[in-house]
């Protein structure tokens, strides 16, 4: 196994707890040696074998250096064997990081900011809201997070209380295998942005999740006129792959 980055910190864990049958929500404590992130960056976790898995905080970067991270268990996943075997509270994880640079630029009230998200893409988007949504800024905000069945959306019903006491922020949940009562957006969430959205010349786009929902996002929306500079994207390859592109 190759040495780690010099970057490479290690972190004690202090909980493991399921937001849903598919995804782990894993607390670390950083407080001896934080990570001081942007929202919408990413970390890498450090397996036994030397593999990395990337994650993104799903909390905005916290003073005493406490990590949350989504991680998506799928029976192919490096990852998931090794939490499977035992990882507890109290045992050290390598991490890597901080990477990238999808992280929230300041926009005004007649730019809209549009975020798309598929599965534990959330994760990153959610930390850039919420400390957005903490600085009261005015700019107006709608985000668009796809599964293929309302029990893929594991933070449902937060965002939609989220949605009700925030007023620049709408949610939009989108569907592509929805059961016939579904009475809300059908299909992927860029074209569902892209129906709604049809003038991006003064938006700003966050995509996070699926490379194949990253490109086609960035393709469909530079036709509403969105500039290219005006596209930022965290694309996640699937966990056993171990790869993240910003």
Not at 87 to 104: A, I, K, N, Q, T
Not at 165 to 185: D, E, K, Y
Request: hydrophobic content about 40%.
């Amino acid at each position: 196994m190759e040495s780690p980055p010099a970057n490479a910190v290690e972190m004690p864990v202090l909980s493991i707890d399921r937001l849903d049958a598919g995804v782990l929500l894993l607390k670390i404590d950083g407080a001896a040696h934080p990570i001081r992130y942007r929202e919408g960056q990413f970390v890498s976790i450090e397996l036994p074998n030397g593999d990395l898995r990337p994650c993104a905080p799903a909390q905005p970067c916290d003073p005493d250096g406490q990590l949350e991270l989504h991680l998506r268990l799928r029976p192919d996943d490096a990852m998931a064997h090794w939490l499977a075997r035992g990882v507890e509270p109290g045992d050290r994880l390598r991490l890597h990081g901080p990477y990238g640079d999808c992280v929230w630029r300041p926009a005004a009230s007649d730019e809209p900011v549009i975020m798309l998200a598929t599965g534990t893409g959330i994760a990153p988007l959610h930390a850039m809201l919420m400390r957005e949504l903490a600085n009261y800024g005015d700019a107006p905000i709608s985000l668009y997070w796809g599964g293929r069945t309302l029990s893929d959306l594991y933070l449902l019903e937060h965002f939609e209380r989220l949605a009700r006491i925030a007023p620049r922020f709408t949610f939009i949940p989108v569907l592509s295998r929805p059961a016939p009562r579904w009475r809300g957006a059908r299909g992927h969430v860029q074209q569902a942005a892209a129906q709604r959205h049809p003038d991006l010349r003064n938006g700003r786009v966050y995509a996070c999740g699926a490379p194949a929902m990253v490109r086609d996002a960035r393709l469909l929306l530079q036709g509403r006129g969105l500039p290219d500079h005006r596209f930022s994207a965290l694309a996640f390859e699937p966990a056993c792959a171990s790869k993240a592109v910003a």
